[in-house]
């Protein structure tokens, strides 16, 4: 069902491993995606609610005559919420709150020198909007995740969109709208793929004078499509990331409980048939023991197509490796979205981990914890790109601002550099700006401050 990668015994013979090579992922391919979602956007940015109507009948099948869900639906699907789905999502807005809330920045001034400060602010993104999926699964979990760091950061307006579903109604799934009504979002959209993201670009009026009106940043997961489609108008709108399918790693070793991991390989793996499911071990004895459990959870799962194309794809699959120190070696090199340790010693060992977008220490901290209910945020970097690239988070809605402020004084004991510098990258403009302050009809005035222009005879 699953490849085996063995790595064991190949550095002692001297050959050098590109374990980023080593270790494939699925074949997402947005460049190509780029091509189609182009025309997409380029309609609504010159017909707006027009073509988000148009469009939204070519790819979900549902005709919209409203494209905003009016604050009433929202209140009737949270009134309409089973108490159990509402219970646990409280829970995981009150933990998500708590996590996001120490992530709050504070302004710091830095006194230079004597009469000179640099200030760094920390200034929200007035208005975001948040991109709630509904695909193979529906992600009410993914609102929470959107909008609570977006919240905390101090945003003032946020919009979610979310595909409608077919039906009666037209409308997004009403979990999504439920949860939107117990965060205190009121303004959503029924609008799905990269049109959705189009339209918090760009906007989108109609002849009444209603619609969306553009933002300033868009974040949360989706599609090809909708990552094809943040690629294109990243600089018109700022996003938080390319997002591709789910994948999970796990290092273990001969502690690690073959059932736990197994189960866990799979809770990835039923997302998509691209969802990549991969461990890495020193134990062969282990991998023996996962393939065999495998066997007999998967044929017990519910999406068991969906979970065995994926486990059986090429970006899935069990890695052998020497020792831990080389296991290290390779999950650094694959930066998973999601990482899970289990290890003697796990919370020392996921210490030294370097890249990945979240990491879940012990046996009693499986990614599905993180996804729902650790407090942590499960928007997370795929993709390898947790080489340099951080999960969602308050601060991924807010930018720092520095404020300079400096006296006479202040400038007066610096002008000189000043100028030197500007002359260096032949821009004496520069100069000459510092220079004007302390001049009077190009005499310069009190104290030294670089070279004078002018005639002073």
Same mark, same amino acid.
């Given at each position: ?5 063995? /790595? ?7 050959? $050098? ?5 080593? #270790? @494939? ?15 997409? !956007? ?18 979900? &099948?549902?005709? +919209?005559?409203?494209?905003?869900? @009016? ?9 309409? /919420? ?42 929200? #993104? ?13 992600? @009410?979990?993914? #609102? ?26 037209? /409308? ?7 949860? !939107? ?10 609008? &799905? ?18 619609? !969306? ?6 974040? &949360?997961?989706?599609?090809?499509? +909708? ?103 390779? +999950? ?6 999601? /990482? ?12 030294? %981990? ?12 499986? %990614? ?12 997370? @970097? ?11 988070? $308050?601060?991924?809605?807010?930018? &720092?601002?520095?404020? +300079? ?53």
């Amino acid at each position: 069902m699953i490849r085996r990668i063995d /790595l064991r015994g190949r550095l002692a013979t001297g050959e $050098v491993l590109d374990y980023r090579a080593l #270790v @494939p992922r699925a074949p997402v391919d947005v460049e190509a995606a780029l091509d189609a979602v182009r025309p997409i !956007c380029a309609d609504v940015r010159h017909r707006g609610v027009a073509a988000l109507k148009e469009l939204t009948s070519r790819f979900d &099948g549902v005709d +919209v005559d409203d494209l905003r869900v @009016p604050e009433s639906v929202l209140h009737a699907a949270l009134d309409g /919420l089973d108490t159990d789905v509402r219970a646990a999502l409280d829970e995981s807005i009150v933990r998500a709150r708590r996590v996001h809330a120490d992530q709050r920045r504070t302004d710091v001034t830095t006194t230079v020198v004597p009469g000179g400060t640099v200030t760094e602010r920390w200034v929200p #993104v007035q208005r975001v909007g948040l991109y709630a999926p509904g695909g193979l699964a529906v992600y @009410p979990s993914s #609102v929470v995740m959107n909008v609570v760091p977006a919240q905390e950061a101090g945003v003032e307006e946020i919009a979610v969109a979310s595909p409608p579903q077919q039906g009666p109604d037209g /409308l997004p799934h009403p979990t999504i709208l439920a949860a !939107c009504a117990l965060l205190g979002v009121t303004e959503v959209y029924a609008v &799905g793929g990269a049109q959705a993201i189009a339209m918090f670009a760009y906007g989108a009026g109609d002849d009444a004078g209603t619609g !969306c009106a553009p933002v300033d940043m868009v974040t &949360g997961p989706g599609n090809v499509y +909708v990552a094809a489609a943040k690629r294109l108008l990243k600089g018109v709108i700022g996003i938080d990331a390319e997002a591709g399918p789910t994948e999970i790693a796990i290092l273990a070793d001969a502690a690690a409980d073959p059932r736990h991991v197994a189960a866990d390989l799979i809770s990835q793996a039923e997302h998509d048939t691209l969802a990549a499911s991969v461990l890495v071990t020193d134990d062969g004895a282990l991998a023996d023991a996962v393939e065999a459990e495998l066997d007999v959870q998967v044929a017990a799962t519910k999406h068991v197509d969906r979970v065995a194309t994926a486990l059986g794809g090429d970006q899935s699959g069990i890695v052998l490796v020497d020792d831990l120190e080389q296991g290290l070696a390779v +999950v650094d090199a694959y930066a998973a979205e999601h /990482l899970e340790i289990h290890t003697r010693d796990a919370a020392d060992v996921a210490s030294r %981990v370097r890249n990945a977008g979240a990491v879940f220490v012990g046996p009693w901290s499986p %990614v599905s914890l993180g996804d729902y209910a650790a407090g942590s945020n499960h928007v997370l @970097p795929t993709g390898a790109s947790a080489r340099h690239t951080s999960g969602l988070s $308050v601060q991924s809605f807010l930018r &720092g601002i520095h404020v +300079v402020e400096y006296d006479e004084a202040a400038l007066r004991d610096v002008a000189a550099h000043v100028e030197t510098l500007a002359d260096a990258e032949d821009l004496p403009a520069h100069g000459a700006a510092v220079r004007a302050r302390f001049t009077a009809g190009g005499v310069q005035t009190g104290g030294s401050a670089g070279t004078t222009t002018g005639d002073t005879s």
